[in-house]
């Protein structure tokens, strides 16, 4: 077989022609990756426009089928555009994928909602966003495969490290340009049209994207394959089919793309959902401190891709694991002290007691968001985790309601089934009761103003004894008249409750109104926090910074594409995008709001073991040589 020799290969440079391919591969993917950012990032906005007029259960459906086009559809456009890249070429593939991504983003910028358009406007969303997932699953193959084949053996890791800083950049961009229109227009502005601006941002970056990659030729380990007549003419069966090749592509997901993946995850996404959704710091100020944690740390994934070419690629990856495995926990926990102090030290004095009846509580796996746990155990454990309130489970009678204890109050939860149509306000008295017993106890807890109508003022002090509220007295003071109509339309009253009125007096009840968590903004430690995220990005960059160049690397040219891209987005579709919600159960179960990180502990263990023991060192190989 005629190859170029080792020795030949290393020793040239890269051609001005090679770096722009590098760089026009990265750069295209970089807006991919925007563009596959923003609907997670404004899946909020997206929901009001498209999913609110609709039932419970379709609302659900929706979702799944969000969910599914997001991570699970992603290995699907692996095979799908990884068989094409094979057969094909490579250029010509990953240009398709991104005028699928490009388009399909910029449509759901333009596409009317639901009010408008019915029930078609979820429907086109949803397939928009399967296209999405599709056109992201065959572009990351491509474009790695891409510059592998252009750069030299001794500097592979190297440019190949570029292409792994697109969905950090991506994330950034698609931070900074949402966080640009929304102090642009307004946050009220951007609630009711602003959000489709970021989308309409990536018709630019397509038409950039798409003038870049046409000016690109095929890549030269492909073109000699062609020329040699070696190429494959089933690409899939012969990845996945043959045991040689199946098992090339086993060791890469289990030894490699799976602790890959949630290290990148718990750095990129879970940090970021810990600080919000745990920690309770404000969602802007999250942002801001993920985008410079990002700016800060992506250069690392250029420094360990060049650094595999000196030391070998699997060094550094493992080392990676080994980090996050033993570090995640105390990281996370200097997070919470770093960013909500109050918050954690409530957490060292306090802890509840859950006393619920055999079989009563559940494990809450919900990757959807769209399941309902019913049982009084579940509802009071779900509070307790969502309030990021560390508790035990003790055993009750049979048959009794669970109750939960915390510091000398005793709240009593409810069935959710058996309550029927009380449940609501079962469960608005058991959350104001929870909130207070837990604001006694020291957790950092405030109530907003909120607005009551007069129809309303007496049952509102009832219920709200601690404010030490005089009907009377409240009456007696400032007010506004209101038309019913408005009070209605606003959902603080319903036509029934206003009695035939046309105008009510309103009242504005300081600190009445709902109970939620926060992180003081003046006591969070930025340095601190920023210094954490960054080391969680560290993290990310030491095992995915070479993770391109060696997966290349362990398939052979007539496969490459498709063998490569399939463990890659299994690892990162999969055991990555499940990260969030495994960790948010398994915290839930135990009650500590740090347990879930043994999900990503035990993954990254067991890819460090099985890495360690079957998968070999890439770094130099030829890749005409590989069979």
Known sequence: ?????????????????????????????????????????????IGTAFFSDYPEATRNIFALLAFAAGFLVRPFGALVFGRIGDLVGRKYTFLVTILIMGLSTFLVGVLPGSASWGIAAPVILIILRMLQGLALGGEYGGAATYVAEHAPDNKRGYYTSW????????????????????????????????WRIPFLVSCLLLAISVWIRMSLSESPAFKKMKE?????????????????????????????????????????????FFLQNV???????????????????????????????????????????????????????????????????????????VTAAPGDCTFQFNPVGTAKFNNSCDIATSFLSKSSVPYTIAEGPAGQPATVKVGDAT???????????????????FAHDMNLALQKSGFPLARDPIKVPDAKLDAFIAANPELGLNAATVRAGEKAVTPVADLVKAKLLTADQAG????????????????????DPAAINWPLTILILTILVIYVTMVSGPIAAILVEMFPTRIRYTGMSLPYHIGNGWFGGLLPATVFAMSAAKGDIYYGLWYPIAIAAMTLVIGLIFVRETKGVNLDSIN
Do not use: C, H
């Open 1 to 45: 077989m005629a190859t170029t020799s080792v020795a030949e290969t290393t020793s040239r440079g890269m051609t001005r022609e090679e770096k722009k391919v590098i760089f026009a591969s990265s750069l295209g993917t970089v807006f991919e990756w925007y563009d596959f950012y923003l609907y997670g990032s404004l899946a909020a906005f």
């Open 163 to 194: 292409i792994q800083t697109t969905a950090t950049l991506g994330l950034f961009l698609s931070l900074i340009v949402i966080l640009i229109v929304q102090n642009a227009v307004g946050k009220d502005a951007f609630a009711a049209w602003g």
């Open 228 to 272: 040699e007549g070696k190429g494959s003419k089933a690409p899939l069966s012969e990845a996945f089919g043959q045991w040689k090749n199946a098992r090339i592509a086993l060791i890469a997901l289990l030894g490699l793309t799976a602790g890959q993946a949630v290290v990148w995850y718990a750095g990129q996404f879970y940090s970021l």
């Open 279 to 353: 920690l309770k710091v404000d969602g802007q100020s999250v942002n801001i401190m993920i985008a410079i944690a990002l700016l800060i740390g992506s250069g690392f994934f250029v420094f360990f891709g060049w650094l595999s070419d000196k030391v070998g690629r699997k060094p550094i990856i493992m080392a990676g694991l080994l980090l996050a495995i033993l570090t995640y926990f105390p990281l996370f926990k200097a997070l919470t002290n770093a960013a909500n102090p109050a918050l954690a030290q409530a957490e060292q004095t306090v802890r509840a007691t």
């Open 411 to 429: 709240v009593t939860s409810y069935d959710a089934t058996a309550a029927g149509k009380d449940a609501t306000a079962k469960g608005a008295a």
């Open 500 to 519: 035939g009125a046309t105008d009510m007096p309103v009242y504005t009840i300081a600190k009445g109104g709902a109970f939620k968590m926060v992180a």
